[in-house]
């Protein structure tokens, strides 16, 4: 026997209604927790032990200030003009903005789905029927005649506005953790973008003394072989006079041919470093000016390294992998989301009439609430949730890289920078003495003890020696350089700048100020 439902009177249906919607919503309170991923997804660390400082203890480091724009502690204008020069037009860097712009797009585009959305429905009917059909046809027969309306045309119009909202109660955090996973990304893209600004910058530095370095050696080089020519001619005199032998003759030929040699290899280097500068600086090589800079600064006093936690913290390349690393495991949390009941609420806000000027007299208001939760889908969204825990198992593994990465490139650079110190110091004994050597013999030659050829032969071993000690001070310059860059060197974009070339070239400020006479360096 089946019994009656008992139908709920009009006083017991609210309550039943709000019994109902309390118990749902405690439903979903409940299971909301065990949705969410265990642990702070910001909560990630190095996959590496990291040593208690960059260097041991009982390094001996002088402290020497980290300018945030570090070419400009070696006082060299052309140096900061051309990096603006590079900053404003490269094209790689112009890419990495446009990169950045499109993960801010994204974020932006990821956070408007926490707020509902309405779309509007316009629509508009004309309709066109006869006396033939409908009504008028049935009335026609029934009167057994004909109707006075017969063949005659009736139109008739049908207008309507329609708001269709619509929200998706983001219960799970689903939204909310893809837009956290966007924001991050976005935030690992202006760090790549700065750590693309670094590079530039000191591959520049580097080109742009090695250019000075080459034309410092041109001239060096030149007065090896005006040396080397007038020892040759004086050995064609003395064997002319029989006072030496024809292997020496020989010997100071080979010597002079080696010399003259070297001089178009190095014209050849130089244009070819030019012209990568020229490159970077967004200009065709044809376009780029010569270089006639000369200048190779000191480096000073060597920087402090600091702390593991400092390093992490300026190195661009370490922040955006570390943002990488958030922002999987955020995806971790929308992955899970996904496995739980979807619940959107949508509605309709809206009128018709057959006139426009009364659509809006009189409105019809809907709104509907609907929850979905799939019941089968072949494992799909399990294997969604297992990617993105393997994604974020990756890109914690790469953050670690990137880490041990900055740690090795530190300790070489100190480690470069230490050893060209010594080698630096070697030379310059060296080169005190050869001057001393050169001195000397210019002193007996004026005495009238040696004879010139022995004088030529002093000064070009000197020459050598400085064009040894050129190139000391120059792989000073270059290690310097890259200290900075392994250190991150406190360079980054004001959080809220514009993200343009432009916005780092006007970084710049004063770039033209000469600080140095144009015989210092000048492009």
């Known amino acids: 026997m089946i019994?009656?439902?008992?139908?709920?009177?009009?006083?017991?249906?609210?309550?039943?209604a709000r019994t109902a919607l309390t118990v749902f919503l405690c439903t979903l309170l409940f299971l909301t927790p065990a949705c969410r991923t265990s642990g702070d997804p910001k909560a990630i660390t190095p996959p590496v032990s990291l040593p208690e400082t960059l260097l041991p203890r009982d390094?001996?480091?002088?402290?020497?200030?980290?300018?945030?724009?570090?070419?400009?502690?070696?006082?060299?204008?052309?140096?900061?003009?051309?990096?603006?020069?590079?900053?404003?037009?490269?094209?790689?860097?112009?890419?990495?903005?446009?990169?950045?712009?499109?993960?801010?797009?994204?974020?932006?585009?990821?956070?408007?789905?926490?707020?509902?959305?309405?779309?509007?429905?316009?629509s508009g009917s004309r309709r066109r029927s006869t006396a033939s059909s409908g009504f008028f046809s049935s009335f026609s027969a029934a009167s057994g005649g004909q109707s006075q309306f017969a063949n005659t045309a009736f139109y008739s119009n049908d207008f309507s506005v329609q708001v269709v909202p619509s929200y998706e109660v983001d219960l799970w955090r689903r939204i909310a953790s893809s837009k956290n996973a966007a924001d991050f990304e976005a935030a690992a893209s202006r760090h790549l973008a700065e750590a693309v600004g670094l590079t530039l910058a000191s591959r520049t530095a580097e080109l742009w003394y090695t250019i000075a370095e080459l034309n410092?050696?041109?001239?060096?080089?030149?007065?090896?072989?005006?040396?080397?020519?007038r020892i040759r001619d004086l050995t064609r005199l003395r064997y002319l006079h029989g006072l030496t032998s024809l292997t020496e003759l020989e010997s100071r030929d080979q010597e002079l041919s080696a010399l003259q040699e070297l001089l178009p290899r190095l014209r050849t280097l130089r244009q070819q470093t030019r012209n990568l500068l020229a490159v970077l600086s967004g200009r065709a090589p044809q376009e780029m000016p010569p270089v006639r800079s000369s200048y190779l600064p000191s480096c000073g006093p060597l920087p402090d390294p600091g702390l593991p936690a400092a390093l992490l913290e300026r190195r661009p390349d370490v922040r955006a992998a570390l943002e990488a690393a958030i922002a999987a495991n955020y995806r971790i949390e929308a992955a899970r989301a996904e496995q739980f009941?979807?619940?959107?609420?949508?509605?309709?806000?809206?009128?018709?009439?057959s006139r426009t000027?009364?659509?809006?007299?009189?409105?019809?208001?809907?709104?509907?609430?609907?929850?979905?939760?799939?019941?089968?889908?072949?494992?799909?969204r399990q294997a969604n949730v297992e990617r993105a825990r393997a994604a974020a198992a990756e890109r914690i593994t790469e953050y670690g890289?990137?880490?041990?990465?900055?740690?090795?490139?530190?300790?070489?650079?100190?480690?470069?920078?230490?050893?060209?110190?010594?080698?630096?110091?070697?030379?310059?004994?060296?080169?005190?003495?050869a001057r001393a050597t050169f001195d000397g013999a210019r002193n007996r030659y004026a005495a009238g003890q040696i004879?010139?050829?022995?004088?030529?032969?002093?000064?070009?071993?000197?020459?050598?020696?400085?064009?040894?000690?050129?190139?000391?001070?120059?792989?000073?310059?270059?290690?310097?350089?890259?200290l900075f860059q392994a250190l991150g060197a406190d360079w980054s974009l004001a959080p809220d700048a514009d993200v343009t070339p432009q916005t780092v070239a006007s970084r710049e400020d004063n770039l033209g100020s000469a600080r140095l006479s144009d015989s210092r360096g000048s492009s």
């Open 3 to 16: 019994l009656p439902h008992p139908v709920p009177s009009a006083e017991e249906a609210p309550g039943r």
């Open 451 to 482: 004879d010139y050829l022995e004088l030529l032969r002093a000064r070009l071993r000197l020459l050598e020696l400085e064009q040894a000690a050129l190139l000391v001070r120059r792989d000073r310059v270059l290690a310097r350089v890259a």
């Open 59 to 122: 390094a001996a480091l002088e402290t020497a200030p980290r300018p945030s724009l570090w070419w400009r502690s070696f006082e060299d204008s052309g140096l900061e003009r051309m990096i603006g020069r590079v900053f404003s037009a490269n094209l790689e860097l112009r890419s990495a903005w446009h990169r950045l712009r499109q993960a801010q797009e994204t974020a932006r585009a990821s956070g408007s789905a926490l707020w509902p959305s309405a779309d509007l429905q316009l």
């Open 216 to 229: 410092l050696r041109e001239r060096i080089l030149k007065k090896r072989i005006e040396t080397a020519r």
């Open 341 to 353: 009941p979807l619940l959107r609420l949508s509605g309709t806000i809206g009128g018709s009439s």
């Open 401 to 433: 890289r990137t880490v041990l990465t900055a740690l090795r490139e530190v300790d070489d650079a100190v480690t470069r920078e230490r050893n060209l110190e010594d080698v630096s110091r070697s030379i310059t004994r060296r080169l005190r003495l």
């Open 357 to 380: 000027n009364r659509i809006f007299e009189d409105w019809v208001g809907s709104i509907a609430a609907s929850l979905s939760q799939s019941l089968f889908d072949a494992g799909r």
